[in-house]
């Protein structure tokens, strides 16, 4: 560094709040003075040109003279908040040895590990200890022993007790989603970060870093290549979206939130502030508002774990808005994520293992569901995902983990996230004489671990169609003036991180409690003699209670009372009655979503094995099919079921066919 610059670091770092700022730090134990870059262009513009050109130079001489000035090792400048930032996509060659910043998402934080910074050698010869500095990137050796009577080229033992080390961690960012255009795959950026800067993020935050461009030669030591990998040293970490966890509230901020929640009002102001732009699903947007604020996991004494997140499966009609209502939700989260299931894989949901480039072992990056942990993940086209990748998922729903055992990798991650996705009848629209669970393509164990489930129907009804198509007609032609949530976006977030921060509501309210139970236990009296079908199991119990605890949690309020009860309560009676109902019967029969198959489908698959049954006996062995549909037609059962179950029990072996026109049971 030119000894004029070295002069005025010099003199900056000798400030006065400097000086201050520098005693705090070291009564803290920190070894990093954050700078902001406004700070160093405000003193010395040629200074502030001096770190963007020549950034190693400028930080090894600062370093040099804060280890100085605070006579402790290790102590660190790291400079902040450049003027503007640098795409991903768009690092050019020019951007080489230049300090610059960047934005994107976290998808990897590899292994801390331990980076020699001075390695201390014994001879074996003479037992001399040798000390070498290690600069640069690889490792260094004495050439010959310090010992002048020595002398002698080695051999040398590493004595890792007096060696002095420093952390060092490597971590992958890759470009934000919302700044690709054009279908555009996300380009990448590997970085390096040290010291006490090591885990500042985590994979799903998005961060800004700022650091220095580098390049190391790619191939092998025998097959050098032309071409160089770009690698960020990074100076420094800001995280711009938080978690709930991490995320800090102004006192101003907490201050207009409290005066809010005397507000008799409130919930009504939050649900009418969920997706403004979007007409109508009153009860739906309840459901999402409930989703957002969640409620408190609880944690047994015997190790298991009972979630508080809510999950909410949304599906029905073409253009009723479902993706956009996902979008939004994974927008004011205060960690959101969208992604598709038509493009997602199980890795690319839960976990993949990949070989981390720079430390040459492998690291597992974090998938959708792991990067929205503590958060909500949007899923669009769920029915999409092929069965294997949506069963990937399946630990997720209920136990909010993921367990992975890939290359040598055996790791439970957390995914305490609340899930919304989106699915699509595969007949197009929603037929209404058919099941949720002959419609949409997905598993009954999936489905079932859904707490509500709403069917969006596109049906014409005059005076609902003339209100939707003015709505949307005056939001094109004056959009700033048709959405005017109650609550703005950024406040509403903030309300959510206050009351995911500060609320656990309680069932204080014994009467609150006494509701559930009653309706719990009176919805199921219908089936206690075995005649209905059964219309609600205890998974739906511990969603009323979910919903209710949610619903104190909306109003900030840290008690659950009879009201959020019967808010829970009706949000759950929605939902059964839209896709619990079975469509041959019209009664309520929880085992449309829970098995896929209703009590009355039950007993007719039960009424033809027991015709097959008999037939056999009368005809020698094998029964034939059309006396089986004459039968089974005789006591209501459609020719076209009994023809289905026939296909599907041989696919399953339990049938088979002896001969044309007749069937048999496998088993006796």
Same mark, same amino acid.
């Given at each position: 560094?030119? =000894?004029?610059?070295?002069?005025?670091?010099?003199e900056f770092l000798h400030r006065r709040e400097i000086l201050k700022e520098l005693r705090r730090i070291a009564r803290e134990g920190r070894k990093s003075l954050v700078i902001a870059f406004d700070r160093i262009l405000e003193f010395d513009m !040629?200074?502030?040109?001096?770190?963007?050109? /020549?950034?190693?130079?400028?930080?090894?001489?600062?370093d040099e003279i804060l280890g100085g000035i605070t006579k402790l090792p290790g102590m660190r400048l790291r400079v902040m908040g450049l003027d503007k930032s640098v795409e991903i996509r768009k690092i050019r060659a020019g951007h080489v040895g230049k300090f610059i910043q960047v934005e994107g998402i976290l998808t990897r934080s590899g292994e801390v590990k331990p980076e020699a910074t001075e390695a201390v050698f014994k001879c074996r010869r003479c037992g001399e200890k040798n000390k070498v500095l290690q600069v640069g990137e690889f490792f260094r050796e004495p050439l010959v022993c310090e010992n002048p009577n020595c002398g002698k080229k080695g051999p040398f033992d590493l004595v890792i007790e007096s060696s002095e080390f420093r952390d060092w961690q490597s971590m992958c960012i890759q470009e934000p989603p919302e700044k690709l255009r054009g279908g555009r795959m996300p380009r990448r950026l590997d970085g390096i970060v040290r010291? $006490?800067? #090591?885990?500042?993020?985590v994979p799903g935050n998005h961060v800004m870093l700022t650091g220095v461009l580098r390049v190391f030669q790619e191939g092998r030591r025998q097959e050098r290549k032309k071409t160089f990998r770009k690698i960020l040293f990074i100076s420094h970490i800001e995280v711009l979206q938080k978690g709930v966890e991490e995320a800090e509230l102004t006192p101003e901020d907490k201050a207009q939130i409290k005066e809010l929640a005397k507000d008799p009002w409130i919930r009504n102001k939050i649900i009418q502030s969920i997706a403004p732009s979007i007409y109508g699903y009153d009860a739906i947007k309840e459901a999402i508002a409930l989703q957002l604020f969640g409620c408190e996991a609880i944690d047994l004494h015997d190790g298991t774990r009972i979630r508080g997140d809510t999950h909410v499966l949304l599906t029905g009609d073409p253009g009723v808005a479902k993706s956009q209502i996902l979008k939004w939700a994974a927008n004011v989260a205060p960690r959101g994520l969208y992604t598709s299931g038509m493009k997602a894989t199980g890795a690319g949901l839960t976990a993949a293992a990949v070989r981390d480039e720079i430390s040459g072992g492998w690291a597992l990056e974090a998938g959708a569901l792991v990067i929205a942990d503590g958060g909500l993940a949007s899923i669009d086209e769920f029915e999409k995902m092929r069965s294997e990748d949506s069963n990937a998922i399946l630990e997720s729903l209920e136990q909010q983990t993921i367990s992975v055992a890939k290359a040598g990798i055996v790791a439970t991650l957390n995914t305490r996230t609340a899930v919304l996705a989106a699915a699509n009848p595969k007949y197009g629209r929603f037929e209404k004489n058919l099941t949720i669970a002959q419609q949409v393509p997905l598993d009954p164990v999936i489905l079932s671990r859904f707490d509500l489930v709403f069917i969006m129907r596109d049906e014409p009804r005059a005076d609902q169609d003339r209100a939707m198509a003015h709505y949307i007609l005056e939001l094109h032609r004056a959009p700033t003036k048709v959405v005017k949530p109650p609550l703005d976006l950024d406040f509403l977030r903030k309300i959510i991180i206050y009351a995911r921060q500060n609320l656990d509501p309680k069932f204080d309210d014994k009467e609150a409690m006494k509701t559930i139970e009653d309706f719990f236990? $009176?919805?199921?009296?219908?089936?206690?003699?075995?005649?209905?079908?059964?219309?609600?199991?205890v998974r739906q119990l511990e969603a009323i209670v979910r919903l209710a605890k949610a619903n104190a949690r909306m109003r900030l309020s840290d008690r659950a009372t009879v009201e959020d009860a019967n808010r829970a309560i009706n949000l759950i009676k929605r939902s059964l009655q839209e896709a619990g109902i079975d469509t041959e019967t019209g009664k309520l029969d929880i085992d449309v979503l829970m098995t896929g198959k209703p009590k009355s489908q039950? $007993? /007719?698959?039960?009424?033809?094995? @027991?015709?097959?049954?008999?037939?056999?006996? !009368?005809?020698?062995?094998?029964?034939?099919? !059309?006396?089986?549909?004459?039968?089974? !037609?005789?006591?209501?059962?459609? =020719? +076209?079921?009994? @023809?289905e179950l026939i296909d599907q029990e041989k696919i399953r072996g339990h049938?088979?066919?002896? +001969?044309?026109?007749? #069937?048999?049971?496998? #088993?006796?």
């Amino acid at each position: 560094m030119e =000894p004029k610059a070295k002069e005025r670091l010099e003199e900056f770092l000798h400030r006065r709040e400097i000086l201050k700022e520098l005693r705090r730090i070291a009564r803290e134990g920190r070894k990093s003075l954050v700078i902001a870059f406004d700070r160093i262009l405000e003193f010395d513009m !040629e200074l502030a040109k001096s770190l963007l050109d /020549n950034p190693v130079d400028f930080l090894d001489t600062a370093d040099e003279i804060l280890g100085g000035i605070t006579k402790l090792p290790g102590m660190r400048l790291r400079v902040m908040g450049l003027d503007k930032s640098v795409e991903i996509r768009k690092i050019r060659a020019g951007h080489v040895g230049k300090f610059i910043q960047v934005e994107g998402i976290l998808t990897r934080s590899g292994e801390v590990k331990p980076e020699a910074t001075e390695a201390v050698f014994k001879c074996r010869r003479c037992g001399e200890k040798n000390k070498v500095l290690q600069v640069g990137e690889f490792f260094r050796e004495p050439l010959v022993c310090e010992n002048p009577n020595c002398g002698k080229k080695g051999p040398f033992d590493l004595v890792i007790e007096s060696s002095e080390f420093r952390d060092w961690q490597s971590m992958c960012i890759q470009e934000p989603p919302e700044k690709l255009r054009g279908g555009r795959m996300p380009r990448r950026l590997d970085g390096i970060v040290r010291d $006490d800067f #090591v885990d500042k993020a985590v994979p799903g935050n998005h961060v800004m870093l700022t650091g220095v461009l580098r390049v190391f030669q790619e191939g092998r030591r025998q097959e050098r290549k032309k071409t160089f990998r770009k690698i960020l040293f990074i100076s420094h970490i800001e995280v711009l979206q938080k978690g709930v966890e991490e995320a800090e509230l102004t006192p101003e901020d907490k201050a207009q939130i409290k005066e809010l929640a005397k507000d008799p009002w409130i919930r009504n102001k939050i649900i009418q502030s969920i997706a403004p732009s979007i007409y109508g699903y009153d009860a739906i947007k309840e459901a999402i508002a409930l989703q957002l604020f969640g409620c408190e996991a609880i944690d047994l004494h015997d190790g298991t774990r009972i979630r508080g997140d809510t999950h909410v499966l949304l599906t029905g009609d073409p253009g009723v808005a479902k993706s956009q209502i996902l979008k939004w939700a994974a927008n004011v989260a205060p960690r959101g994520l969208y992604t598709s299931g038509m493009k997602a894989t199980g890795a690319g949901l839960t976990a993949a293992a990949v070989r981390d480039e720079i430390s040459g072992g492998w690291a597992l990056e974090a998938g959708a569901l792991v990067i929205a942990d503590g958060g909500l993940a949007s899923i669009d086209e769920f029915e999409k995902m092929r069965s294997e990748d949506s069963n990937a998922i399946l630990e997720s729903l209920e136990q909010q983990t993921i367990s992975v055992a890939k290359a040598g990798i055996v790791a439970t991650l957390n995914t305490r996230t609340a899930v919304l996705a989106a699915a699509n009848p595969k007949y197009g629209r929603f037929e209404k004489n058919l099941t949720i669970a002959q419609q949409v393509p997905l598993d009954p164990v999936i489905l079932s671990r859904f707490d509500l489930v709403f069917i969006m129907r596109d049906e014409p009804r005059a005076d609902q169609d003339r209100a939707m198509a003015h709505y949307i007609l005056e939001l094109h032609r004056a959009p700033t003036k048709v959405v005017k949530p109650p609550l703005d976006l950024d406040f509403l977030r903030k309300i959510i991180i206050y009351a995911r921060q500060n609320l656990d509501p309680k069932f204080d309210d014994k009467e609150a409690m006494k509701t559930i139970e009653d309706f719990f236990v $009176d919805w199921r009296r219908v089936a206690e003699r075995g005649e209905a079908p059964l219309p609600i199991t205890v998974r739906q119990l511990e969603a009323i209670v979910r919903l209710a605890k949610a619903n104190a949690r909306m109003r900030l309020s840290d008690r659950a009372t009879v009201e959020d009860a019967n808010r829970a309560i009706n949000l759950i009676k929605r939902s059964l009655q839209e896709a619990g109902i079975d469509t041959e019967t019209g009664k309520l029969d929880i085992d449309v979503l829970m098995t896929g198959k209703p009590k009355s489908q039950r $007993d /007719n698959i039960r009424h033809v094995l @027991e015709i097959i049954e008999r037939l056999e006996r !009368e005809y020698g062995g094998a029964a034939p099919v !059309e006396e089986i549909k004459r039968i089974a !037609e005789s006591e209501g059962i459609r =020719p +076209k079921f009994v @023809e289905e179950l026939i296909d599907q029990e041989k696919i399953r072996g339990h049938l088979y066919e002896p +001969k044309p026109g007749m #069937v048999a049971r496998a #088993v006796k």
